[in-house]
């Protein structure tokens, strides 16, 4: 049986009724408002981590996990308990398991900063005698929506941590004549004597400077380096 063959006018119509599909298409397409579009979709609200809200007052989807320091570990902070104001996590390296807990107390913010900037003394413990403290330098990605531990600086095992301070020294740029403010971190600690006993209450008043550089990383300042803060 011989195949059928259409008229060779109507082959010619089907692109052309096609063509003529796709200009209507885009002809309701660019009648319809940027809102019409959007009102046809379910709208799905962004639910915002509830540690991260409560502790740094930042809006975020993404939970808030640190980098155990000295370890690959990474502990999820899911907890914060509000009478001894810590805001804790647990982390598991294979080896050791343990907590991290974040003294919400001390946390302060960088009124100067350009973006959410905090600062806060936080604690390692695991299942040796060790309570490892360190200062902890928070910064909120706006890029990757996350609140990440942009550096620490260790302050010294079972010390105590008494006071954190935000302060502003002036500094004198000489090449350019100008005064700056730069914000200066201050901390003062319980620690002890170089041969006492880590049995023993540590009782030695320390005090440690702190400045957050471009790349923000911690730098310790010494005492030299210090002036009268405002």
Do not use: C, W
């Not at 319809?32 to 799905?44: A, R, T, V």
């Not at 502990?75 to 343990?98: C, H, S």
């Not at 301070?165 to 000489?174: F, N």
């Not at 100008?178 to 200066?184: D, I, P, W």
């Amino acid at each position: 049986m011989k195949k059928r063959r259409l008229p060779i006018p109507l082959i010619l119509l089907i692109p052309i009724v096609l063509l003529g599909l796709v200009v209507i298409a885009g002809i309701y397409r660019f009648s319809l408002s940027d809102e019409d579009i959007l009102q046809k979709f379910p709208q799905h609200a962004v639910v915002s981590n509830a540690i991260v809200s409560q502790v740094f007052g930042v809006n975020s989807s993404n939970p808030l996990t640190i980098q155990v320091p000295e370890t690959n570990a990474f502990a999820f902070v899911n907890y914060l308990n509000e009478k001894n104001q810590k805001a804790i996590g647990q982390y598991d390296d294979g080896k050791t398991r343990g907590n991290i807990l974040i003294d919400v107390e001390l946390l302060r913010s960088f009124p100067l900063a350009k973006e959410p900037l905090f600062i806060a003394p936080f604690v390692v413990s695991n299942q040796g005698t060790g309570v490892f403290h360190y200062l902890a330098l928070f910064r909120y990605d706006a890029m990757r929506d996350r609140m990440i531990l942009a550096d620490y600086a260790f302050l010294g095992d079972r010390i105590k941590v008494e006071a954190l301070t935000i302060v502003a020294q002036l500094e004198d740029d000489l090449a350019e004549g100008v005064t700056t403010k730069e914000q200066l971190i201050a901390i003062e600690l319980l620690t002890r004597e170089p041969d006492q006993a880590m049995a023993t209450a540590a009782k030695l008043e320390t005090q440690n400077f702190y400045q957050v550089s471009d790349n923000y990383n911690l730098k310790l300042v010494l005492p030299s380096e210090t002036e009268a803060p405002l």
